[in-house]
């Protein structure tokens, strides 16, 4: 049967040589993010000539996508992993940085959630001196990790300096899609488009929901991309988790009805990165993406950077496959 999904797999430490990416093809990955909030384009050349090496011996194309660093705001000066356990007090620029726009905007008693809330600090002293903050939710911080302040909507430029020089070398790169972060307005999308074509770069165009100016202002952004991205991450930090499945469903509600393309992703398998088997939810949630009409799926870390990486992107084609040959009996 022929597949009628797209389905992408994220660069990244297990997932970036030739062989990888071959494994990777003949399980059915037929699209491929690169995350430029964590290596350039430039730098990711030789992940890049492996993608095309693996192509040309396999015989199959996989989409090359970029995801522009964007209005996201992320930790500073981590240069490696650290634990951090739950109760601990830490003092922001002693154990990481944040942008100095968003130390601005912080305040007593702010929530911050670091890594789409998987960690979460309460702010308990700001002053001259700096910012303390208790750790709620710990666990493990990694570097560039996105940071967010609850009920707090931070205003930055669309694209950054970094963005421009990613789009500068788009074609050289064989890229065919760009993911343009926060996409809160219409403004957003048409400063991108008119940054493309000034790079002479006609590449479609995959406009992330993960606000709830994005949410809010869905049907009027819908012109002016390719695809919809439903990024659950921030996104669910954004409207809240209880209610990310309400904004999840209104969002492929209005695509449903504007025939637009629509991509789920976020932790799609995130029990098979800790443990290597996926929950029954997962598994149930990926089902339903694809069933309810979701054009594309994507796996981040669960093939970027686990050890189970192989595995994930298995059973993502194998339910994917299950999913699209009972919908076509169905019919």
Same mark, same amino acid.
Request: with cysteine; charged share 30%; net charge negative.
């Given at each position: 049967?022929?597949?009628?999904?797209?389905?992408?797999?994220?660069?990244?430490?297990?997932?970036?040589?030739?062989?990888?990416?071959?494994?990777?093809?003949?399980?059915?990955?037929?699209?491929?993010?690169?995350?430029?909030?964590?290596?350039?384009?430039?730098?990711?050349?030789?992940?890049?000539?492996?993608?095309?090496?693996?192509? *040309?011996?396999?015989?199959?194309?996989?989409?090359?996508?970029?995801?522009?660093?964007?209005?996201?705001?992320?930790?500073?000066?981590?240069?490696?992993?650290?634990?951090?356990?739950?109760?601990?007090?830490?003092?922001?620029?002693?154990?990481?940085?944040?942008?100095?726009?968003?130390?601005?905007?912080?305040?007593?008693?702010?929530?911050?959630?670091?890594?789409?809330?998987?960690?979460?600090?309460?702010?308990?002293?700001?002053?001259?001196?700096?910012?303390?903050? *208790?750790?709620?939710?710990?666990?493990?911080?990694?570097?560039?990790?996105?940071?967010?302040?609850?009920?707090?909507?931070?205003?930055?430029?669309?694209?950054?300096?970094?963005?421009?020089?990613?789009?500068?070398? #788009?074609?050289?790169? $064989?890229?065919?899609?760009?993911?343009?972060?926060?996409?809160?307005?219409?403004?957003?999308? #048409?400063?991108?488009? *008119?940054?493309?074509?000034?790079?002479?770069?006609?590449?479609?165009?995959?406009?992330?929901?993960?606000?709830?100016?994005?949410?809010?202002?869905?049907?009027?952004?819908?012109?002016?991309?390719?695809?919809?991205?439903?990024?659950?991450?921030?996104?669910?930090?954004?409207?809240?988790?209880?209610?990310?499945?309400?904004?999840?469903?209104? #969002?492929?509600?209005?695509?449903?009805?504007?025939?637009?393309?629509?991509?789920?992703?976020?932790?799609?398998?995130?029990?098979?990165?800790?443990?290597? #088997?996926?929950?029954?939810?997962?598994?149930?949630?990926?089902?339903?993406?694809?069933?309810? $009409?979701?054009?594309?799926?994507?796996?981040?870390?669960?093939? =970027?950077?686990?050890?189970?990486?192989?595995? =994930?992107?298995?059973?993502?084609?194998?339910?994917?496959?299950?999913?699209?040959?009972?919908?076509?009996?169905?019919?």
């Amino acid at each position: 049967m022929t597949r009628s999904i797209k389905i992408f797999g994220t660069f990244g430490p297990t997932l970036h040589t030739r062989e990888q990416i071959i494994d990777m093809i003949e399980l059915g990955m037929n699209g491929i993010r690169l995350n430029c909030s964590h290596v350039s384009l430039v730098d990711a050349k030789e992940w890049i000539d492996a993608l095309h090496e693996a192509m *040309e011996i396999t015989k199959k194309h996989v989409e090359l996508v970029v995801d522009l660093k964007g209005p996201e705001i992320r930790v500073l000066h981590l240069k490696e992993k650290i634990r951090i356990l739950p109760g601990e007090m830490i003092k922001i620029e002693e154990t990481f940085d944040l942008p100095a726009l968003v130390k601005e905007k912080i305040d007593y008693q702010d929530q911050l959630q670091v890594d789409d809330g998987k960690l979460l600090f309460e702010v308990k002293k700001k002053d001259e001196e700096g910012i303390l903050l *208790e750790t709620i939710r710990g666990g493990t911080l990694y570097p560039h990790k996105s940071v967010a302040i609850e009920g707090k909507e931070i205003v930055l430029p669309p694209l950054c300096q970094d963005d421009i020089e990613t789009i500068k070398h #788009i074609s050289e790169f $064989g890229v065919e899609g760009v993911l343009m972060p926060f996409v809160r307005s219409e403004r957003d999308l #048409i400063d991108l488009k *008119e940054t493309l074509d000034r790079f002479q770069c006609p590449v479609k165009i995959y406009g992330k929901i993960e606000s709830r100016q994005g949410v809010e202002n869905i049907r009027s952004l819908l012109p002016y991309m390719d695809e919809v991205v439903i990024a659950r991450g921030d996104l669910g930090n954004a409207v809240g988790l209880c209610s990310l499945p309400i904004a999840q469903h209104e #969002i492929e509600t209005i695509c449903h009805k504007t025939n637009k393309p629509y991509m789920i992703v976020t932790q799609l398998l995130e029990m098979v990165s800790l443990k290597g #088997i996926p929950s029954r939810a997962e598994v149930d949630d990926i089902f339903y993406a694809i069933y309810q $009409g979701a054009s594309s799926i994507m796996l981040t870390g669960e093939v =970027a950077n686990s050890k189970y990486a192989k595995e =994930a992107m298995r059973i993502l084609c194998e339910v994917s496959e299950n999913t699209l040959q009972y919908k076509y009996k169905e019919t």
